[in-house]
């Protein structure tokens, strides 16, 4: 019951756009924040952007200036606007969910399967 889908990747050349976009049907926990990571080839996986119940957004410097990370309040949509692509974002995007217990030092995450992002040069 209840699950995070991503959508939306693709091939691009560098220097393109690509739009991600995340549903989270049937998810009713309460959550504080949702957000994005990727994968790359050989890597670990990294946090990319956060956007809270509140609309503040955090980007890793890496993305901050070209992603942005936006939500739709009623369908709790949450998409990851991709411009000046680079061959370094290629990688597996996943989406997030997270929920803080006892304090904002302990927190729950919840992931979709990912969407592959392939950036050509």
């Known amino acids: 019951q209840g699950q995070l889908v991503e959508s939306g990747g693709g091939a691009v050349q560098a220097g393109g756009s690509l739009r991600l976009a995340c549903t989270a049907a049937?998810?009713?926990?309460?959550?504080?924040?949702r957000g994005w990571y990727r994968q790359a080839p050989g890597k670990q996986r990294e946090w990319g952007a956060t956007?809270?119940?509140?609309?503040?957004?955090n980007y890793a410097d890496s993305v901050k200036g070209r992603f942005t990370i936006s939500r739709d309040n009623a369908t709790q949509l949450v998409l990851l606007q991709m411009n000046s692509l680079k061959s370094e974002d290629t990688a597996v995007y996943y989406c997030?969910?997270?929920?803080?217990?006892?304090?904002?030092?302990?927190?729950?995450?919840?992931w979709g399967q990912g969407t592959q992002v392939t950036v050509s040069s």
């Open positions: 997030n969910a997270y929920k803080y217990y006892r304090n904002t030092h302990f927190k729950l995450n919840y």
């Open positions: 049937g998810m009713t926990v309460s959550i504080n924040g």
């Open positions: 956007i809270t119940t509140s609309s503040s957004t």
